[in-house]
């Protein structure tokens, strides 16, 4: 399984930084296929619920995935009772997928960290955050599509925008191939350093 080192393979090292490496290029690629991430929860009745996000940074060092999302959603308050999330990617061209576990920090509306991404959104972007609450039921005017939607201010979303933080602790690696799928389980210690990695039947 080639050279030890610190008690993981090379060969795995190697896997860990090229996965840490497409998830980093990703935040910034639209057509990475790692740019939308499935973000699972658990909620109040200890149901997964999942949902598509956009990765808008992740950090190879420490581990961490960066989403943008409504304070006022589900998730939100799903991850305030119960900190513990999966996320689930898959790259169609590769054919691989990751799978990561690990926990989510919320950044309020007013923090120094959901302050700074907010002044580097667009303004398209920040409208997304001036409707109503995610999940409030629509008012008929509004999805008749000949009335004009109501104008809002961008400003408006600002007290709503909130900023997940995702640390993740293990990575499930998983590659198909035409004959023999590959599959490693990596994880992390709470510095984000590569602590163990093995591989197992895919
Ligand atoms: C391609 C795509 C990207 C999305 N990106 C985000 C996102 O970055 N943040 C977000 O909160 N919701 C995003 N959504 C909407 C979520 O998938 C979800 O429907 C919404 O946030 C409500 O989820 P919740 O009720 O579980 O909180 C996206 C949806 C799609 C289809």
Redo the contacts with the bound molecule.
Sequence with gaps: MGTEHEGVPLNLADIDASAWRELEAAASNPQSGFR?LNLCSVDAAARP?A????LRRADRSLRLLE????MR???WLELSANPYAAVLGLSAQTQLQLRLQGTVERHAAGSTQANAAWDRLSAWTRMTYAGGP??DEVAFDAIDGAALPKPADEAEGKPHFGLLIFRARALDWFQLRRQDNRRALLTYDETGALAAGRWVNP
């Design positions: 939308f619920q949902r598509m996000v956009v989403f943008h999302t409504d959603s589900q998730k995610p999940g």
